[in-house]
């Protein structure tokens, strides 16, 4: 093939991709709204913060960002918790870090143990989002118009996020300063205890 030949394949394997990407992402949020596949279990939560920050290792390392960790000495070994679903909203949001960062930035992984809850905090130093902006960032397809064409996605990670935070009976906050940095903070109960799927929004 020739270079422009090749530049066509690029860009139609990059769209195969972002579509695949799109029905992946809306057939688990849809299995998640509906509660298919929710099993609790005993979820060792070292294990689900090392799987994360394994698959995006290179990622972080191709743009220079330091993966950082900070684990409460009194954090829990584990939690009840699907532990398919709780990697998948850790790995987004890590994702989202990298993603959104600059070169030689950093992603701070930390964990804060209190008596009911497990909280998750992920933090970067990354482009940050307007005010504006954070009231819908958990909408279905939102995507922060600042941060258009820098980076391709779906607007439905922080969706399935949420979907699955609120599923185990928790919550998602986010603190955002642009030009500073982000931090989303996961509530994840200690007991496993789950709310009805009607009760979800």
Do not use: W
Not at 132 to 156: A, C, M, N, Q
Not at 160 to 166: E, F, G, L, R, S
């Amino acid at each position: 093939l020739n270079e422009q030949q090749q530049g066509y394949i690029k860009k139609i394997i990059s769209g195969v991709e972002n579509m695949s990407r799109l029905v992946n992402n809306l057939l688990d949020l849809g299995r998640i709204e509906i509660g298919v596949g929710l099993q609790v279990e005993n979820v060792t939560v070292l294990d689900v913060i090392e799987r994360v920050t394994s698959a995006l290792h290179l990622q972080a390392m191709q743009k220079n960002i330091s993966l950082q960790l900070e684990l409460a000495k009194d954090m829990p070994h584990a939690i009840e918790a699907d532990q398919a679903l709780l990697h998948q909203a850790v790995y987004n949001l890590v994702e989202n870090a990298i993603k959104y960062t600059p070169e030689n930035g950093s992603v701070i992984i930390r964990t804060i143990s209190e008596p009911k809850h497990l909280i998750f905090v992920v933090k970067d130093s990354g482009i940050g989002i307007p005010p504006e902006d954070i009231p819908h960032l958990f909408e279905k397809f939102y995507r922060v118009r600042e941060h258009e064409g820098k980076t391709s996605g779906t607007g439905l990670g922080l969706s399935i996020c949420k979907q699955i935070i609120y599923g185990h009976g928790g919550r998602i906050e986010v603190k955002s300063k642009p030009g500073v940095g982000t931090a989303f903070i996961l509530y994840l109960p200690r007991s496993g205890k789950t709310i009805p799927r009607d009760e979800v929004i």
